[in-house]
């Protein structure tokens, strides 16, 4: 202890050995680094999210819409929604299949 150096004390990794017990063969690959890989999927999603009040705000408002309107309205709705879901995936999103 009379050295005047200070003396470091090496950290460990901890393992991710917290998943859950899921076996290590089925469990998904590891997420990238927010916010350098995810920032443009991010992005891209608020994107989308945008496009999809864009198609549902007029089903809900004063002015009356077709029948044809409405259900391609719907349609691009859930096409954005499940976009969305796919982008969030790529960069790690854990998500259940429906």
Do not use: C, F
Request: glycine letters at 8%; proline letters at 7%.
């Amino acid at each position: 202890m009379g050295n005047s150096k200070t003396s470091t004390i090496p950290i460990q990794k901890q393992k991710r050995s917290d998943l859950g017990g899921v076996p290590e063969e089925k469990r998904m690959t590891e997420p990238l680094r927010w916010p350098n890989s995810a920032a443009g999927a991010r992005d891209q999603a608020a994107e989308e999210a945008q496009a999809v009040i864009h198609a549902l705000a007029p089903l809900v408002g004063d002015v009356p819409v077709g029948d044809k309107e409405e259900m391609r309205r719907i349609a691009v709705a859930l096409m954005k929604a499940e976009r969305i879901a796919r982008i969030l995936e790529s960069v790690g999103a854990k998500t259940k299949p429906y």
